[in-house]
């Protein structure tokens, strides 16, 4: 199967930014909330986002590391 047919289009777009914003070493990194306003746009909706980290997720992707401090989403590439 096609990975960009199991993908929405949120989806494709966030993971083309955890991708330009991983760690090219460590394969991890960390969104904050500026980030992914100033990168996705203020019309990406908070389900949207929530959705499209499901759907990276499991497609075993990557792994969402939930920051109990602070605002921002850390992941790991998968």
Same mark, same amino acid.
């Given at each position: ?15 083309? !930014?955890? &991708? &330009? ?9 960390? +969104?904050?909330?500026?980030? !992914? ?11 949207? !986002? ?10 075993? +992707?990557?792994? +969402?590391?939930? +920051?109990? !401090?602070?605002?921002? &989403? ?5």
């Amino acid at each position: 199967t096609n990975l960009w047919q199991n993908l929405s289009a949120e989806g494709v777009r966030l993971y083309l !930014l955890v &991708i &330009i914003c991983a760690d090219e070493i460590r394969g991890a990194g960390r +969104l904050s909330p500026e980030v !992914l306003e100033r990168c996705l746009g203020s019309n990406f909706t908070r389900e949207q !986002l929530e959705k499209a980290f499901r759907e990276l997720e499991n497609l075993s +992707l990557l792994k +969402l590391d939930v +920051l109990p !401090l602070g605002p921002g &989403i850390e992941f790991r590439l998968l």
